[in-house]
């Protein structure tokens, strides 16, 4: 199974970001998926995650209100939507498929990880 995330890139502080990741095997459609970020010199977080169903979204205090989790089953595809960016979401996202039908805020039930997307917001 790979996973191909994309769709980083450079934004201004209050800017907006659409990441996608792509599973290369449509079995991803009955897994929970997630989205990690890793910031230089920070251990790798939790930033949401949602079931294979699309339902039951978590996400992380720091972006509630701002990002969007989605998925496309049929297109084997999670989707981050990421609104009023702020300098501390520059990070390294690292998109994640669940061993379980369900998402997950910790990173032990996610068995596969894409190769990540720089996203870098200037102030």
């Known amino acids: 199974v790979q996973l191909q995330a994309s769709g980083g890139g450079l934004v201004q502080t209050g800017g907006s970001l659409r990441l996608s990741c792509v599973c290369s095997r449509r079995t991803c459609s009955n897994n929970g998926m997630g989205w990690f970020r890793q910031a230089p010199g920070k251990e790798r977080e939790f930033v949401a995650s949602i079931n294979w169903n699309g339902g039951s979204p978590l996400y992380a205090d720091s972006v509630k209100g701002r990002f969007t989790i989605s998925r496309d089953r049929a297109k084997s595809t999670v989707y981050l939507q990421m609104n009023s960016l702020k300098p501390e979401d520059m990070a390294i996202y690292y998109c994640?498929?669940?061993?379980?039908?369900?998402?997950?805020?910790?990173?032990?039930?996610?068995?596969?990880w894409g190769q990540g997307t720089q996203v870098t917001v200037s102030s």
């Open positions: 994640a498929a669940s061993r379980y039908a369900s998402g997950s805020s910790a990173p032990g039930p996610y068995a596969y």
